[in-house]
């Protein structure tokens, strides 16, 4: 009763937080956009401007439907404080969702055109918005009241540790088991409960004395080597001690806190981006972002494409022949053994008489005409001879009608950020395109 009672009146506190910064932060800026829209010179065409600096990767027909909206008295959008308030925090998510590069793209767009904002005001703002754009289960205060339940579990035997993650899984039906796994895993390596491996290192008088008699001679890695040939004990143990002595000087580790957007992008890009291009994207570590997401129990696997049964099922031929099509070299496909949209494209394009196109149904067509870049109609038949759109892009349509044509659950988490761990994964993409394109 009464953890549940802190956590109620924690929950009011922070409530209370949010609200006063929402107030400072429409206090900040209101009047920086007041000014801006009570200039004489400001109408449609510098608004059209201003819409265009903040997004930038729009088409001007897009920009035209924009400040096209009107508010509730009939009155154009775009000559209202609400309208960029809005639009400078649709800017920031989309920058959010686009790694380091993008969130800093994104803030130098809001200052080229509201330059009284600063840098650090708009990257505090950035933060705010993607926490409240983060799955619950990613917040610390989440597991408050199912952490005691787990460590009590994995302090216990092994049968303790299940029945306490059965017991989680029962008050969080959201959750998935591996992602409670992997916190008990996670407090089975800080806390240590299970015991220590192997003999502990007795250090004596002697072997200190050793210690420092090798290291005033010669340097650390020989005296390590010498040292461990005498006692066998991990080379990490003679550094530690040789450390705690005052020996050889501590390394000072930087540590690089996660950050709510850069959260916020793992959890967009995983299973559709390596970890390789998500760690070059935030500029961390393969292992910063590998070990993040063990932590969290998601899959790192990339599974960009699709399988060879749902390809089988959508070009309506037996499993064999796609085999004898990959043995034969006439379609490609990655580590994982899945066929990417680039692989599928150079497919329909070079080996087009291997497919039945009478017999596809009508959705099929539409996504092979859709992968190839066609814009003729689908019962014209496979003329895949006009120039592709995009080379290599994954499309939305595609996705969506793999989905409703098979109903393929998706296995691991998902990488939409609102998404709960048990919900359906969203096209890359599709979030930063709604951010970038409407306030």
């Given at each position: 009763?009464r953890?549940?009672q802190?956590?109620e009146?924690?929950?009011?506190s922070?409530?209370?937080?949010?609200?006063?910064y929402e107030?400072?932060?429409?206090t900040?800026?209101?009047?920086?956009i007041?000014?801006?829209?009570?200039?004489a010179?400001?109408?449609?065409?510098?608004?059209?401007?201003?819409?265009?600096?903040?997004?930038s990767?729009?088409?001007p027909?897009?920009?035209?439907?924009?400040l096209?909206k009107?508010?509730q008295?009939?009155?154009?959008?775009?000559a209202s404080?609400e309208f960029?308030?809005?639009?400078?925090?649709?800017?920031?998510?989309?920058?959010?969702l686009?790694?380091?590069?993008?969130?800093?793209?994104?803030?130098?767009?809001?200052?080229?055109?509201?330059?009284?904002l600063?840098?650090?005001?708009?990257e505090e703002?950035?933060?705010?918005?993607?926490s409240?754009?983060?799955p619950a289960?990613v917040r610390?205060?989440?597991?408050?009241?199912l952490d005691?339940?787990?460590?009590?579990?994995?302090?216990?035997s092994?049968r303790?540790?299940?029945?306490?993650?059965?017991?989680?899984?029962?008050?969080?039906?959201?959750l998935?088991?591996k992602?409670?796994?992997?916190?008990?895993?996670?407090?089975?390596?800080?806390v240590?409960?299970?015991g220590?491996?192997?003999?502990?290192?007795?250090w004596?008088?002697?072997l200190?004395?050793e210690?420092?008699?090798?290291?005033?001679?010669?340097?650390?890695q020989?005296?390590m080597?010498?040292?461990?040939a005498?006692?066998?004990?991990p080379?990490?143990?003679?550094?530690?001690?040789?450390?705690?002595?005052?020996?050889?000087?501590?390394?000072?580790r930087t540590?690089?806190p996660?950050?709510?957007?850069?959260?916020?992008?793992?959890?967009?890009?995983?299973?559709?981006?390596?970890?390789?291009?998500?760690a070059?994207q935030?500029?961390?570590?393969?292992?910063?972002?590998t070990r993040?997401?063990?932590?969290?129990?998601l899959s790192?696997r990339?599974e960009?494409?699709?399988?060879?049964?749902?390809?089988?099922?959508?070009?309506c031929?037996r499993?064999?022949?796609?085999t004898?099509?990959?043995?034969?070299?006439l379609?490609?496909?990655?580590r994982?053994?899945r066929?990417?949209?680039?692989?599928?494209s150079?497919?329909?394009r070079?080996?087009?008489?291997?497919?039945k196109w009478?017999e596809?149904?009508?959705?099929?067509?539409?996504?092979?005409?859709e992968?190839?870049?066609?814009?003729?109609e689908?019962?014209?038949?496979?003329?895949?001879?006009?120039?592709?759109?995009?080379?290599?892009?994954?499309s939305?349509?595609?996705?969506?009608l793999?989905?409703?044509?098979?109903?393929?659950?998706h296995?691991?988490a998902?990488?939409?950020?609102?998404?709960?761990p048990s919900?359906d994964?969203?096209p890359r993409n599709?979030?930063?395109?709604?951010a970038?394109?409407?306030?």
């Amino acid at each position: 009763m009464r953890s549940i009672q802190s956590n109620e009146n924690q929950g009011d506190s922070e409530t209370i937080e949010r609200n006063e910064y929402e107030r400072g932060w429409i206090t900040l800026v209101d009047p920086i956009i007041a000014t801006r829209l009570s200039a004489a010179d400001f109408d449609r065409d510098k608004a059209g401007q201003m819409a265009q600096a903040l997004h930038s990767s729009l088409k001007p027909k897009a920009i035209d439907k924009l400040l096209q909206k009107v508010d509730q008295d009939e009155r154009p959008a775009w000559a209202s404080i609400e309208f960029w308030r809005k639009d400078i925090d649709h800017v920031l998510l989309g920058g959010a969702l686009n790694g380091k590069s993008g969130r800093s793209e994104a803030i130098k767009k809001i200052r080229s055109v509201w330059t009284k904002l600063s840098f650090t005001q708009l990257e505090e703002r950035m933060q705010i918005i993607a926490s409240d754009n983060l799955p619950a289960w990613v917040r610390e205060n989440y597991w408050e009241e199912l952490d005691p339940m787990l460590m009590k579990g994995v302090a216990g035997s092994p049968r303790d540790e299940r029945v306490a993650i059965k017991r989680i899984l029962e008050l969080r039906p959201e959750l998935r088991p591996k992602v409670v796994a992997a916190r008990a895993k996670y407090f089975h390596r800080i806390v240590g409960t299970r015991g220590r491996k192997g003999a502990r290192c007795l250090w004596t008088e002697s072997l200190d004395t050793e210690l420092r008699d090798l290291l005033s001679r010669v340097n650390a890695q020989e005296a390590m080597a010498a040292l461990q040939a005498k006692t066998h004990w991990p080379r990490a143990s003679l550094l530690r001690r040789a450390q705690k002595l005052g020996l050889l000087k501590t390394k000072q580790r930087t540590i690089n806190p996660w950050t709510e957007p850069e959260i916020m992008f793992v959890l967009e890009r995983v299973n559709h981006s390596t970890v390789k291009e998500i760690a070059r994207q935030l500029d961390r570590s393969e292992k910063s972002v590998t070990r993040w997401l063990e932590n969290e129990g998601l899959s790192y696997r990339c599974e960009e494409g699709i399988t060879a049964t749902q390809l089988r099922r959508m070009l309506c031929v037996r499993h064999a022949t796609i085999t004898a099509w990959v043995d034969q070299k006439l379609i490609s496909r990655t580590r994982e053994g899945r066929f990417t949209d680039r692989y599928l494209s150079l497919f329909f394009r070079r080996h087009r008489d291997l497919l039945k196109w009478d017999e596809l149904p009508a959705s099929t067509k539409a996504w092979i005409l859709e992968i190839v870049g066609n814009d003729d109609e689908a019962d014209q038949g496979p003329d895949f001879t006009s120039p592709r759109r995009r080379h290599g892009a994954k499309s939305q349509n595609s996705e969506e009608l793999l989905v409703s044509e098979f109903s393929i659950p998706h296995r691991n988490a998902p990488s939409t950020s609102q998404a709960e761990p048990s919900g359906d994964r969203a096209p890359r993409n599709s979030r930063a395109r709604v951010a970038n394109s409407q306030p």
